[in-house]
């Protein structure tokens, strides 16, 4: 009896002893989403499988069924939902003076509740609230998405755009971009509408002398292929890639120069003497430097039928603000004073960047998704108009699988990022976003949103209502 007692308790000892070292295998984790369908952008691939969390951080991604040690404090059963890199806007504007400083941050809930997790502010008049705002929301103090600043655009005397640094010498080149490298930029944003081409190109070739990264708008008095062989990073819009597809572009150049020619003046020219042979020549200059484009494509809908569509009863005005909505005004009054011939060739320059995006994309030159919204960009919305873009894109041709890679994926390229964003891959920032549709079979999907996860924050379905009801301005 003795014995079976004294068997009975070093088993028992045993059992427990064994509980405690499996207990102890376990590796603890803040978050597990399991069963999920995750869509590869890298491979366009789509695996069934589990992702583990701490700290902000993919720890491990898993097939489904595979063995763990793995120990979440908080699971998500992703059965049936598609999980992919959260999405990046890579072209806003935090802008419109310290009276829309509020309408601004603001904005930051509009992107988390659509699952964007990173934007890239491409220029305005609020750096120092910028900055703010980016560090308090790079230690969770403040939800929002990550932001990549460029601060003030370089511009030239008489600005169009408030708070620009305006250049007029080789000097003021260097100490521009002294002040933004002050500031810590991410990036350098050049504007077109006073810079002379000569400290247009100066700025770009000091901005790759100092490792910094640039992108911008062109002015026509200079080519695409002086730009692009100054050492352009990024072209934002379609005007300038149109202009070096262009047979005349060198013809065009020089009226510009000599004031013959305005800028709105050179589009029709430009677009009706589009040459295959000379776009498929650029597109391979473009590939060749490495040089991203922004098509920009819904702003440029959304603002060529200004004249036609009513836009007094869209949902997203509810969170603008009076501020925001005034400065829409501006666009608004061209729009419906213009002759029919502009309206006209304004939707007709439209459709034919439909048409361009489509061809760089098959051509294989790396395009960036980016909604332009902000201030003064009348009803182009924050959040929402990403979406949009990449709606737009699908609808023009661009292939799902490609149109989502120029979000997340190619934004992270181009800021040199990859090591830790635009994919879902271990090691990476865990900035994820679980749609309960495929957006591969159809691209709005991307807005049936589940869940968003932004480093170790988690939003709920409920949570990002929430957020969106909190965003109601008056």
């Known amino acids: 009896m003795k014995h079976s007692i004294k068997t009975l308790v070093i088993s028992t000892l045993i059992l427990l002893a064994l509980a405690c070292m499996d207990k102890n295998s376990k590796q603890q984790v803040d978050l597990a989403i399991t069963n999920a369908q995750v869509i590869h952008l890298e491979t366009g691939t789509v695996e069934t499988q589990d992702i583990f969390i701490s700290n902000g951080k993919i720890q491990a991604i898993l097939d489904v069924g595979t063995e763990n040690t793995f120990e979440p404090d908080t699971l998500i059963d992703a059965t049936g939902k598609f999980v992919l890199p959260g999405f990046w806007d890579n072209h806003i504007h ?207 809908k959304t603002l060529s039928y200004l004249d036609e569509v009513d836009h007094s009863n869209d949902p997203y005005l509810t969170y603008m603000g009076q501020g925001i909505i005034q400065t829409y005004q501006g666009r608004i009054t061209r729009a419906m004073s213009a002759s029919e011939e502009v309206r006209k060739d304004r939707k007709e320059l439209d459709t034919f960047f439909g048409q361009l995006a489509q061809s760089l994309n098959k051509a294989g030159v790396k395009l960036l998704a980016g909604s332009d919204s902000g201030a003064f960009n009348s009803y182009t919305y924050p959040g929402i108009s990403l979406h949009k873009e990449l709606e737009a894109m699908v609808q023009n041709g661009i292939p799902p699988l490609d149109a989502l890679r120029t979000s997340a994926y190619n934004g992270a390229q181009f800021l040199d990022k990859s090591s830790n964003y635009g994919s879902v891959s271990k090691g990476n920032v865990s900035d994820l976003v679980i749609l309960d549709d495929n957006p591969l079979e159809d691209i709005r999907n991307t807005q049936h949103i589940y869940t968003v996860v932004k480093g170790t924050q988690v939003f709920s379905k409920n949570q990002l209502q929430e957020l969106l009801n909190s965003a109601i301005m008056d």
């Open 94 to 300: 935090l802008r419109g003076g310290d009276s829309l400083v509020a309408n601004n941050k603001n904005f930051l809930k509009l992107f988390i509740t659509n699952g964007i997790t990173t934007v890239r502010d491409a220029g305005g008049d609020l750096t120092p609230s910028v900055i703010q705002w980016k560090n308090q929301i790079a230690s969770e103090d403040l939800v929002g998405p990550t932001i990549y600043t460029s601060g003030p655009k370089i511009d030239g005397p008489n600005a169009t755009w408030a708070g620009s640094l305006e250049v007029e010498t080789e000097e003021d080149v260097k100490n521009a971009l002294d002040s933004l490298q002050e500031l810590q930029v991410d990036f350098v944003k050049l504007y077109d509408s006073r810079i002379s081409g000569g400290n247009y190109l100066n700025a770009i070739k000091e901005t790759q002398k100092r490792g910094m990264t640039v992108s911008g708008h062109m002015p026509f008095t200079v080519t695409l292929k002086e730009t692009v062989e100054a050492g352009m990073d990024a072209m934002e819009h379609l005007y300038y890639i149109m202009k070096g597809c262009a047979s005349n572009e060198l013809e065009v150049t020089e009226k510009l120069k000599s004031g013959k020619m305005g800028f709105w003046d050179a589009m029709p020219a430009l677009m009706q003497a589009y040459s295959d042979s000379t776009a498929q020549k650029t597109f391979t200059m473009l590939k060749g430097h490495d040089v991203f484009v922004v098509p920009t494509l819904h702003i440029g």
